[in-house]
């Protein structure tokens, strides 16, 4: 039996099932992409193969010999195929092992932009993402993010997205954050301890006062649930503030939560972790890192609005009210 391109599967073991007697190839490691475009706006729950066909054209265009994915993963978590799994992608230019011994990475595109304030990996997509990611990882291969796959010693690209936290998807896929909600609509746990308790994501999702104090803390949507929203928003404050990576709010975390140590002035042109951490607080911006004209005026405001001197610079007095106030 041979691979076939376009083949449509509804659930991740449907097509690991497929897969078998298929795959002569050894997988060295599991490339992750997000498409960016066709995002999920573009999705309309029925165009599955229109899409993959749209992506492949493409390609072929650019020169390619196929289109650069072996599948694809829709938003309803249904699968694609695409590329020939037994030969190289194209991930990433000097990360496709094209050479003739039969090892190489398999290469998956997540259909949407996942970078912060756009489309949220989460649901069915994201469970077929873990699943096939587990599925290769059981059998040692390793877990690449496209951003990582470096050029010159630069990150290519943001994809798969700044929302989505390398750690905190490797975690899933070991299992170190226990599971994945079937749903993207929640079930609630009430714990019996509020205020103090370690927060991480679990299911049912944890709901309580304390995960609303994080929130407000953090500045995203207060509703008291801690989903994959706010643990992403965790982890892009823990890269921010150097704290162990790991998504959960433990007493580290916390400490810094609670009072966030002033780090310098921030102005246009200031880059990083910690800018996205401004710009998710202050709200109304796209969380991109960049300190940019959006982000000044945006901060002028937030001064104005709090009777701070009007200069767009993030000095102590503006640290100060965005966090501690």
């Not at 989460?122 to 469970?127: C, D, N, P, R, T």
């Not at 994959?228 to 823990?238: E, G, L, N, S």
Request: hydrophobic share 35%.
């Amino acid at each position: 039996m041979t691979w076939q391109y376009g083949k449509h599967f509804q659930r991740a073991q449907s097509f690991i099932n497929w897969l078998q007697g298929k795959q002569t190839a050894h997988i060295t490691e599991v490339h992750v992409h997000h498409t960016f475009k066709p995002s999920h706006q573009n999705f309309n729950g029925r165009n599955h193969l229109a899409l993959q066909n749209g992506m492949r054209r493409y390609h072929l265009n650019k020169g390619w010999r196929d289109i650069a994915q072996h599948i694809t993963i829709f938003p309803d978590g249904h699968i694609v195929t695409g590329r020939n799994i037994n030969i190289p992608p194209a991930s990433a230019t000097g990360w496709n092992d094209s050479d003739q011994d039969n090892r190489h990475p398999f290469m998956f595109e997540m259909i949407g932009n996942f970078d912060m304030g756009f489309d949220r990996l989460e649901g069915k997509q994201l469970e077929t993402a873990i699943h096939i990611t587990k599925y290769f990882y059981n059998k040692k291969a390793g877990i690449r993010f496209h951003n990582q796959l470096l050029i010159n010693g630069k990150s290519p690209k943001s994809c798969p997205g700044t929302s989505i936290g390398y750690q905190w998807f490797v975690g899933l896929v070991k299992g170190f954050i226990p599971t994945i909600p079937n749903t993207t609509i929640p079930n609630y746990s009430s714990p019996k301890k509020p205020l103090m308790q370690l927060l991480k994501l679990t299911n049912p999702y944890t709901k309580n006062d304390s995960v609303k104090a994080v929130q407000q803390r953090l500045g995203v949507r207060v509703d008291g649930v801690y989903g994959p929203i706010t643990a992403k928003a965790v982890i892009q404050f823990q890269n921010a503030f150097g704290i162990v990576v790991d998504g959960i709010v433990g007493p580290q975390t916390l400490k810094v939560l609670n009072q966030p140590p002033y780090r310098g002035i921030m102005r246009r042109g200031s880059r990083g972790q910690l800018v996205k951490v401004i710009q998710l607080k202050i709200g109304r911006l796209v969380v991109d890192g960049i300190y940019g004209l959006k982000t000044e005026a945006r901060v002028k405001q937030f001064q104005r609005k709090h009777k701070l001197a009007i200069d767009g610079v993030i000095g102590k007095n503006t640290w100060n009210q965005i966090f501690l106030n």
